[in-house]
């Protein structure tokens, strides 16, 4: 990129357009602003002018080393609200004119006085002086990725670049490194100083965290590759396919093979390492194609879950518009159907899609895939069957009747008007079309017949009988035969193609308005019914259910007022239908559509069908929702009985044992006990009966929750006021003394949503879990923050840890993995822990500490703000 003519003897001609190069990361501490100073050194060495306007090393040792032997402009200070900020000098960089500058964080906001507020305006200013740019950026920054990295990181982006100035980016190139990498540098402290490493381990550099925005950058880059490799082909006029990646289109023609078709397609992907799956329907221009919007539209929704996209091309040539569609997203392989045609179809056209799409294929391979439809011809609608029965009634008398009449009336005016045959022959032909608008191209064949007959007989001499005898009235009747037959298929087409077309629109309105109306709310099956029946214009529609069980989008009212076997719901007048026609329609498996008014024509059963798709999806969903929510209650008391009875054996050991052993040391008559030693055994005996006294109030609890008569007690709860206590109930010495237990963050946390005491023994648990593993001198830290709208309390030991394959294991109940010390309990701590914290909706997950260790990150709802601010101003 050496640029030593564009130096000052250039001077006078208008500078080119600089040249940006963007280092791009997942995350911070990936190695950016290393790599950018790398680069300008390696430019410098190289000869070229290289001045560094700002590089943010963050007290870096190995970045700052960079520096050395770079030209390092100084910074521009600008003062605000009593605050000094060293900002880029643009003036000084603009000023100076290096031929490549170095400008680190391409996403920062400038102070106030700055000439532009943002750091990317800046460098399009300097690009546009003709100077080269090297810049970094973080994936997190970009404007159209923000709410999708707030919604991984919990952390919204307030400083952001559009999209649109990194893909103006002559290079941009993609600084890389594993999530695990990055989190042993960040312990190692590379990154960010002793202080700050164990909160950004926890929240931001979380491992999930950095894993999904790896990915986001690596999916980032590689689109614009993509985009770039198709700018590339288009710009050389590039036709063959590159097979960079293994694409497969298949080729769906809206027959029920299609679903065969779709799944050996996605059998070809699965088989490659990574490719793409995309299914194709062309759609003829005259709308007239006979595919099936349902079958599509099953055939879209099963694409759709084997992870391909759908796609529908308007084409009238569809062997050109398949490859056209293939060869425009690059396809490496094509996957057709054989055909359907029967053998008189193949008789009359050898060459099908398929085989055409074969020979004009060139580098795309073709799969012809057979299915249980090949060869069994297809249904073909007449043409005249889309019209009303009294214009198909009408239009063969239409075609008999006016001939004779138009002649009767030549008959009477050629003389004086001077008509000869020819304006006659016109004349007759305009008949012909005039039925053809009428009954449509049967209707204008009898007329052509009659007019041709006709013709002959009364207009062409010798008048009054039929002349065949000359070759050349021969062929001028079968001429006019000809072409009034053909002006009128044409004509009849027309007038399809217009009714198809105003039918397809009024068609496509009416789906757009059902989809509007399934958006509207929780009642979503009566505003369905209510569509439907004003739709189709009928007087009474009915959900009836096949069974007696009450349908759940009833209200408990309007169950109770229904008080028959037959549950339905109801829209419009009138009851059951009597002599009005009915329609009925499958709703799922037990329930059925009636509708009761006018007779439905068969172009209007489609939509209908479409309509009753969507009833049955929001009668699932009301089904799904009802038993979704009487099941939620039995969970949670399924969860928390499981998790008292557990605790059963493990805790009623402990004080059972201590009051037992203290109560017998005192009734001994072999020891004279001195007054504090009596003092001390009551005491060892009052606290575990205390315990023992907790204890049979939770199994009472329990017994409570199982006759369904005891709820969960959430509150707003502190995590300041529930550790002391938590840590009081632990056996032993006390872990709350100092250097044992170390509380992080605990007094700025939210309050959780929780039962108190539930939280108690579960903070109570985990604590003492660590504690016992985690070797002296090092404390167990407990920390907690909040993460969008959860709040996540991490318990860290630096014991030995746990290997991956047994970290669910460990909250197996009597899993003891390995640890021999029976006095400690029997292996249901963390079993208790997880139940508990479930029962209160959250969450109990193990994660490996860096540098060695286990984490427990209890996951719990946070307290609403309403209540926070309720429960604030009650202190």
């Not at 790599?35 to 050194?41: A, F």
């Not at 090297?134 to 670049?161: C, F, W």
């Not at 799969?367 to 073909?380: F, L, M, N, P, S």
């Not at 056996?731 to 939280?759: E, H, K, M, N, Y």
Request: aromatic share 4%.
């Amino acid at each position: 990129m050496g640029r030593g003519s564009e130096g000052p003897a250039a001077v006078g001609r208008p500078p080119r357009a600089g040249r940006l190069k963007v280092f791009l990361g997942a995350a911070p501490g990936v190695g950016k602003t290393y790599r950018m100073l790398d680069e300008g050194r390696r430019r410098t060495a190289r000869g070229t002018d290289v001045v560094v306007a700002f590089a943010e090393c963050h007290g870096r040792p190995a970045t700052e080393a960079m520096l050395a032997g770079l030209t390092v402009l100084p910074r521009a200070v600008r003062a605000h609200r009593g605050t000094e900020f060293a900002e880029l000098d643009l003036d000084l960089v603009l000023e100076r004119r290096p031929e490549v500058v170095l400008i680190d964080e391409l996403a920062h906001t400038n102070a106030p006085g700055c000439r532009h507020s943002k750091r990317w305006q800046d460098i399009e200013e300097l690009l546009g002086a003709g100077i080269d740019v090297v810049a970094t950026l973080n994936i997190q920054h970009l404007e159209s990725l923000t709410d999708v990295v707030e919604k991984i990181t919990g952390v919204p982006q307030y400083e952001t670049v559009p999209d649109e100035v990194v893909r103006r980016a002559d290079q941009i190139e993609l600084v890389d490194l594993p999530a695990e990498g990055l989190r042993r540098r960040m312990a190692h402290g590379n990154i960010y100083p002793p202080e700050k490493v164990d909160a950004a381990l926890s929240h931001y550099f979380r491992l999930g965290n950095l894993s999904a925005l790896r990915e986001l950058a690596l999916l980032w880059v590689a689109g614009r590759v993509d985009e770039a490799l198709r700018k590339y082909r288009h710009e050389h006029d590039i036709g063959p396919v590159w097979e960079t990646r293994e694409r497969v289109v298949v080729a769906l023609s809206g027959g029920p093979e299609g679903t065969t078709l779709i799944r050996r397609a996605a059998r070809i992907v699965n088989r490659s390492s990574a490719g793409d799956l995309l299914a194709v329907h062309i759609t003829r221009s005259d709308g007239l194609a006979g595919s099936s919007p349902a079958v599509l539209a099953d055939q879209r929704r099963l694409t759709e879950s084997l992870g391909g996209t759908h796609h529908a091309v308007v084409g009238d040539d569809v062997p050109a518009a398949l490859l056209d569609f293939a060869r425009a997203q690059n396809a490496t392989q094509l996957v057709v159907g054989a055909s359907r045609r029967g053998r008189l179809g193949r008789l009359l056209a050898p060459r099908g899609v398929g085989e055409t799409v074969v020979e004009l294929s060139g580098d795309i391979d073709v799969h012809t895939v057979g299915h249980e439809y090949a060869g069994q011809g297809r249904i073909w609608v007449a043409p005249g069957s889309g019209l009303p029965r009294t214009r198909r009634v009408a239009g063969p008398i239409a075609g008999l009747v006016l001939p004779v009449l138009l002649t009767l009336v030549l008959r009477g005016v050629s003389a004086p008007l001077s008509l000869n045959l020819t304006s006659e022959a016109l004349l007759l032909l305009l008949t012909v079309l005039g039925v053809a608008c009428i009954g449509g191209v049967v209707s204008a064949l009898l007329a052509s017949i009659t007019t041709s007959l006709l013709l002959n007989y009364c207009f062409i001499p010798p008048i009054g009988q039929f002349t065949f005898a000359e070759a050349n009235i021969v062929v001028a009747q079968a001429a006019f035969t000809t072409v009034a037959v053909t002006v009128a298929a044409i004509v009849d087409r027309s007038l399809r193609l217009g009714r198809r077309a105003a039918r397809a629109t009024a068609e496509a309105e009416t789906l757009s308005s059902l989809a509007a109306g399934i958006l509207r709310g929780d009642r979503a099956v009566p505003d369905l019914l209510e569509r439907t029946r004003e739709t189709f214009g009928m007087e009474h529609i009915e959900l009836r259910a096949r069974g007696d069980a009450p349908e759940p989008w009833q209200s408990t009212e309007e169950r109770a007022a229904a008080g028959t076997a037959r549950a339905a719901q109801a829209v419009g007048t009138g009851g059951e239908p009597g002599a009005d026609h009915r329609t009925e329609v499958a709703i799922g498996d037990d329930s059925v559509l009636v509708l009761t008014g006018r007779r439905l024509p068969a172009s209007e059963h489609r939509v209908l069908t479409a309509f009753a798709a969507h009833l049955t999806a929001a009668v699932e969903r009301a089904r799904l929702a009802e038993a979704a929510a009487e099941i939620e209650p039995v969970k949670a008391a399924n969860r928390m009985r499981t998790a008292l009875l557990a605790a059963v054996g493990h805790d009623l050991r402990t004080p059972l044992a201590g009051s037992w052993a203290a109560i017998s040391s005192l009734r001994s008559r072999e020891v004279d006990f001195s007054p504090e030693d009596r003092e001390e055994l009551l005491a060892t005996a009052e606290e575990s009966l205390a315990k023992l006294s907790r204890l049979v109030d939770n199994l009472l609890d329990m017994s409570r929750l199982q006759a369904g008569a005891l709820t969960l007690h959430l509150e707003p709860v502190a995590l300041t006021d529930v550790l002391p206590a938590a840590l009081d109930t632990l056996p032993g010495s006390p872990p709350q003394a100092p250097g044992r237990v170390l509380a992080q963050g605990l007094d700025i946390a939210p309050d959780v949503l929780a039962d108190p005491p539930l939280l108690e023994r579960v903070i109570a648990n985990l604590v003492s879990n660590a504690v016992r593993h985690s070797p002296a001198g090092h404390p167990v830290t407990i920390g907690a923050s909040a993460l969008a709208d959860r709040v996540e309390v991490r318990i860290t030991d630096r014991g030995p840890g746990l290997q991956l394959p047994d970290r669910e294991r460990a909250f197996e109940p009597f899993q003891r993995l390995g640890d021999t010390d029976n006095t400690t309990g029997l292996g249901l701590g963390l079993a208790l822990s997880r139940g508990l914290t479930e029962a209160m909706g959250g969450t109990l997950t193990p994660e490996e500490t860096p540098g060695g260790g286990l984490t427990m990150v209890v996951a719990l709802p946070a307290a609403p703000p309403t209540r926070l601010r309720g429960r604030a101003s009650a202190r």
